[in-house]
């Protein structure tokens, strides 16, 4: 059973980089095939892709995010991290992590991480 964990602050100040891992565990994220996003959901919206990073470690962003956003990993700790720079209080949101096995069917997710922008 694969299983996703994130961690990380919940509170972030404006201006300053948000940053969160998802810890992965009964599978590896260099497995063949499989695409490990970030999700987040702003309250009372709707869900909002931000990125991928595939099982070769290449990466694929939101263009209305890439300029601000970054995800890598560290394949020793089964991790992937987010980097969301310059961030305001609309990026206040629940931060999932979830993966992928293609066509963006995302089977397994994390129990999401609320992440709240103020001051």
């Known amino acids: 059973q694969v299983q996703l964990q994130e961690s990380g602050p919940g509170l972030v100040k404006p201006s300053q980089t948000l940053s969160l891992t998802c810890t992965v565990s009964g599978g590896s994220i260099t497995t063949n095939g499989y695409y490990w996003s970030w999700i987040r959901q702003p309250p009372g919206k709707g869900l909002e892709w931000m990125g991928v990073?595939?099982?070769?470690?290449?990466?694929v962003y939101s263009p209305s995010l890439k300029s601000r956003t970054s995800i890598s990993r560290d394949t020793s700790k089964n991790q992937f991290t987010l980097q969301l720079s310059s961030v305001t209080p609309e990026d206040t949101a629940v931060y999932y992590c979830?993966?992928?096995?293609?066509?963006?069917?995302?089977?397994?997710w994390g129990q999401g991480t609320q992440v709240t922008v103020s001051s």
């Open positions: 979830a993966r992928d096995p293609g066509a963006m069917d995302y089977d397994y």
């Open positions: 990073i595939t099982y070769r470690g290449s990466t």
